[in-house]
């Protein structure tokens, strides 16, 4: 049972426009969502959060959304650089049933290219 | 400030052999997380110690997989023996008191 979805495996996106990444999750008990970015053979990188009692959250280029009732949030990077091709991982903080403790669940991942 | 150290970055072993890797994580940081990640998914958690004591490990295939952090800062994590399907990244993690992660560049383990 996948807790979090990232139902896009990639995006590609011209240099200076916006990215949007996307991810929906399944479980009300997550309270508090990261976005980490990895290139590879690194390790994900922590790029930006948000808690569940906000709606948004800004730094500089990013912004991440989260809709509560759809229970969706989304990750905007404008503008895009190229610097910014990565995978970007969207992961749940959250105890539920099943788990033996207060854990991060992540997504599979979208992989962003950005084209200069 | 110093990030999060693994080592080795690469092993290659043959299937049943032991291969033990470690983690150092950024000084100050009480909770250390072990996870697996096979290519195209995302990280799982095995395993979660704050200071020298395990959290959770629900997820650990204890039969094989074992994993310490004696002194409540370096961390180990051993697998004996290994199988075909143990390929994967192993991430090692860590965090103060907030609720951020600061993973380390990760040991890509491969079994033939």
């Known amino acids: 049972d996948q807790q979090v979805k990232q139902n896009s495996p990639s995006l590609s996106v011209q240099e200076g426009r916006i990215s949007i990444l996307n991810c929906d999750y399944t479980?009300?008990?997550?309270?508090?969502f990261l976005w980490y970015k990895k290139y590879p053979a690194e390790g994900p990188t922590f790029l930006i959060s948000?808690?569940?009692?906000?709606d948004k959250n800004e730094d500089g280029r990013f912004t991440v959304f989260l809709n509560k009732s759809a229970k969706h949030l989304s990750l905007h990077i404008v503008p895009s650089q190229p610097g910014d091709s990565a995978v970007y991982f969207c992961?749940?903080?959250?105890?539920?049933?099943?788990?033996?403790?207060?854990?991060?669940?992540f997504g599979k991942g979208t992989k962003l290219s950005v084209i200069p | 400030e110093a990030g999060v150290a693994q080592s080795p970055r690469y092993k290659i072993i043959e299937k049943r052999q032991s291969v033990a890797f470690w983690c150092n994580p950024i000084?100050?940081?009480?909770?250390l997380y072990w996870y697996q990640q096979i290519l195209g998914q995302g990280p799982k958690l095995l395993i979660q110690?704050?200071?020298?004591?395990?959290?959770?490990d629900s997820q650990l295939p204890k039969d094989r997989f074992s994993a310490e952090r004696l002194k409540g800062v370096d961390s180990t994590l051993k697998i004996q023996p290994a199988k075909l399907e143990d390929s994967a990244v192993y991430l090692c993690?860590?965090?103060?008191?907030?609720?951020?992660?600061?993973f380390g560049p990760g040991t890509r383990l491969t079994v033939l």
């Open positions: 993690a860590s965090r103060t008191s907030t609720d951020t992660q600061y």
């Open positions: 479980n009300s008990m997550f309270d508090y």
């Open positions: 948000i808690s569940s009692i906000k």
């Open positions: 992961a749940a903080l959250g105890r539920y049933s099943g788990a033996g403790s207060y854990q991060l669940t």
């Open positions: 000084s100050g940081h009480a909770t």
């Open positions: 110690f704050q200071n020298n004591g395990v959290v959770d």
